[in-house]
């Protein structure tokens, strides 16, 4: 069996970036093992009355933990079940946490592939399909952390964002800009395939977000005002 490449730095900084937004808060590492340990789902109402919270606090550790994919949530009465009204968010572990460990591994070669496949396609339609691509896995990921219609801000709903990017290897976060909001990814996990295809590749991140969006809050278009391929310290997505 072959052993895994090593992290280089920027990927070992992205990884454990990944874990600390996760569980570097010591309430949210015992609210996730108290989940593990639970037989059924648990609400962020019991959550909240367990560790003597807020419940918006005990929603925003339960939203950073299903963020980063180490929790489920579905919709229904603790049995299982859906309920006709308004039920209740249920939080379970996801699978994640039979091999808890850093985010995955970009794959370069598999990356530079499909990006080169892309490029074969007129550079229009070639964006449009990376773009389209990343937009169902952003929608499917927001579907994940909200099944029901979501009615966030847009600030909190770009939180939420940034933390699922984190955990896929971006080490994103959001900052405002005068009258507006942008995503910071700091790092982006397709290594080289992205300085090689950058406009395949970035309409993939672009797709990515949103997705995430349009499942959290509704359709958006973000644009890229500065990415790393082209030279900049950063990817900054403005929204």
């Given at each position: 069996m072959?052993?895994p490449l090593?992290?280089d730095a920027?990927?070992?900084?992205?990884?454990?970036?990944?874990?600390?937004?996760?569980?570097?808060?010591?309430?949210?590492?015992?609210?996730?093992?108290?989940?593990?340990?639970?037989?059924?789902g648990?609400?962020?109402?019991?959550?909240?009355?367990?560790?003597?919270?807020h419940?918006?606090?005990?929603?925003?550790?339960?939203?950073?933990?299903t963020?980063?994919?180490?929790?489920?949530?579905?919709?229904?009465?603790a049995?299982g079940?859906?309920?006709?009204?308004?039920?209740?968010?249920q939080?379970?572990?996801?699978?994640?946490?039979?091999?808890?460990?850093?985010?995955?591994?970009?794959?370069?070669?598999?990356?530079?592939?499909?990006?080169r496949?892309?490029?074969?396609?007129?550079?229009?339609?070639?964006?449009?399909?990376?773009?389209?691509?990343?937009?169902?896995?952003?929608?499917?990921?927001?579907?994940?952390?909200?099944?029901?219609?979501?009615?966030?801000?847009?600030?909190?709903?770009?939180?939420?964002?940034?933390?699922?990017?984190?955990?896929?290897?971006f080490?994103?976060?959001?900052?405002?800009?005068?009258?507006?909001?942008t995503?910071?990814?700091?790092?982006?996990?397709f290594?080289?395939?992205?300085?090689?295809?950058?406009h395949?590749?970035?309409?993939?991140?672009?797709?990515?977000?949103?997705?995430l969006?349009?499942?959290?809050?509704?359709?958006?278009?973000?644009?890229?005002?500065?990415?790393r391929?082209?030279?900049?310290?950063?990817?900054?997505?403005r929204?």
């Amino acid at each position: 069996m072959t052993a895994p490449l090593p992290l280089d730095a920027d990927e070992f900084s992205a990884a454990v970036t990944a874990v600390t937004s996760a569980f570097g808060d010591p309430t949210r590492r015992d609210i996730y093992l108290l989940i593990r340990d639970a037989t059924e789902g648990i609400t962020a109402g019991e959550v909240a009355e367990r560790f003597n919270l807020h419940p918006n606090v005990a929603r925003h550790h339960l939203e950073k933990l299903t963020a980063g994919g180490y929790l489920v949530v579905a919709v229904g009465r603790a049995d299982g079940t859906r309920a006709a009204g308004r039920p209740s968010k249920q939080y379970r572990v996801s699978e994640l946490d039979h091999s808890l460990n850093f985010p995955p591994r970009r794959d370069n070669l598999l990356g530079t592939l499909l990006a080169r496949a892309l490029e074969k396609l007129p550079t229009d339609e070639a964006e449009a399909l990376a773009e389209e691509v990343g937009f169902d896995y952003g929608r499917g990921l927001a579907a994940r952390i909200e099944p029901t219609d979501g009615h966030r801000t847009v600030k909190a709903a770009l939180a939420v964002v940034a933390d699922a990017l984190t955990a896929h290897g971006f080490a994103a976060h959001t900052e405002s800009v005068g009258t507006s909001l942008t995503i910071v990814n700091d790092h982006c996990p397709f290594g080289e395939a992205a300085n090689l295809y950058p406009h395949v590749v970035c309409a993939v991140d672009r797709g990515m977000i949103r997705g995430l969006m349009a499942g959290l809050y509704g359709e958006t278009q973000p644009h890229f005002e500065s990415t790393r391929p082209d030279g900049g310290d950063h990817c900054v997505a403005r929204v």
